[in-house]
């Protein structure tokens, strides 16, 4: 990774004020009135996208269905063999023309239920499904990206912009996958103590979002500590609802405990490489108990904007909006970025564990 010198003082400056508000706002109970006040995406909205090639995958999409209680029509099949990390321009255009022709109207999420493929050229598979394939951005992988219209947008609905917002669940092993879902299910039922964490590391190349990181303070009405640190790595921490950080590889997952929906990611070039072994891969967040995550596909430089910005994810979430939402919002230039996980996961929206409890 190295340094690009673009000046972005405007895009900057606008972020700033919003987090700065944004923390006032929560520290306060006032959440931003500007943003949705609960999400309004529900189980009947998602598309549940399986590979009929991948044992798994078939076997871990019923188990969403029915942890969800997604009307079985939802289920879309398609056929993918070989699971392949990489697809074309034209093996995708085939694919998203099988999926596009199954989605119903209300559909505004599509969840991918396999490892691979998650990418598509440069583009991570996820980007490319929503806001199409950006070829431009495959000339220079380094160079800026396009900007999302659903960046730290305020519509309660992806489709107010427009837009189906897609996530990948991998399934390398059925177990953890069932185990993730129950995760998301679970956030739903109730709000907990817990720990937001933001380490700006010693990599300072990977650091390029740390000033985005909001002051360590409590918000005493979402329960939540946020803790910023001058840090490589925490350690026996067991309350984490958000971790973000920058380094190639962290360490010290496995004495970890994540809450139900906690949010992890770091800034590195290729997190979401998930099956590459460079880097440390998006999926050992998953692996180490977090219900989403988020990681490049191809060599981003460290741009910010090509990752989440901290505090517009943290605000977006506090919200009430679900991890799909919160992780899209979150995201300036999104067409290398992955987004996996949990799509439904809302530990902060209270409407949602109304319909939780009632189910």
């Known amino acids: 990774m190295f340094i690009q010198k673009f000046s972005y003082r405007l895009m900057k400056k606008l972020i700033i004020l919003f987090s700065v508000a944004m923390l006032v706002f929560s520290n306060t109970l006032v959440i931003n009135k500007a943003l949705a006040a609960d999400s309004l995406i529900r189980p009947s909205n998602v598309a549940v996208i399986v590979n009929t090639a991948n044992t798994n995958s078939v076997a871990i999409g019923q188990y ?5 209680g997604i009307p079985s029509d939802n289920l879309i099949r398609v056929n993918i063999p070989g699971n392949p990390k990489k697809l074309t321009v034209e093996q995708f255009n085939q694919l998203k023309q099988s999926i596009d022709e199954k989605l119903k109207p209300e559909m505004q999420v599509i969840l991918l239920v396999w490892t691979a493929p998650y990418a598509v050229e440069c583009n991570a598979i996820t980007s490319a499904l929503t806001l199409g394939f950006d070829a431009q951005q495959c000339k220079k992988t380094c160079d800026p990206g396009k900007m999302s219209p659903y960046f730290n947008s305020a519509t309660t609905q992806p489709v107010d912009a427009g837009l189906r917002l897609s996530m990948l669940m991998p399934t390398e092993s059925v177990d953890e996958a069932k185990a993730l879902i129950d995760r998301g299910v679970l956030s739903g039922f109730m709000m907990s103590e817990a720990s937001a964490y933001y380490l700006n590391t010693s990599d300072k190349l990977r650091s390029s979002r740390a000033e985005f990181f909001p002051k360590s303070m409590q918000i005493p009405e979402r329960k939540l500590q946020i803790q910023t640190l001058q840090l490589n ?5 067991k309350d984490i609802m958000v971790y973000e950080t920058g380094l190639a590889h962290v360490p010290k997952l496995d004495t970890l ?10 800034l590195t070039s290729s997190g979401g490489d998930l099956l590459g072994s460079s880097q440390m891969s998006s999926l050992k967040w998953l692996e180490a108990g977090a219900t989403a995550s988020y990681g490049t596909v191809s060599e981003p430089c460290n741009f910010w904007q090509k990752f989440p910005n901290p505090t517009v994810l943290l605000a977006h979430y506090l919200s009430g909006e679900s991890a799909v939402e919160a992780y899209w919002k979150s995201v300036a230039w999104p067409a290398q970025g992955l987004f996996i996980g949990e799509p439904l996961a809302s530990p902060y929206c209270t409407s949602c564990r109304t319909l939780q409890n009632v189910q």
């Open 233 to 237: 790595a925490i350690e026996n921490m």
């Open 257 to 266: 405990g994540f809450m139900p929906g906690a949010l992890a990611d770091h």
């Open 64 to 68: 969403y269905l029915k942890a969800r």
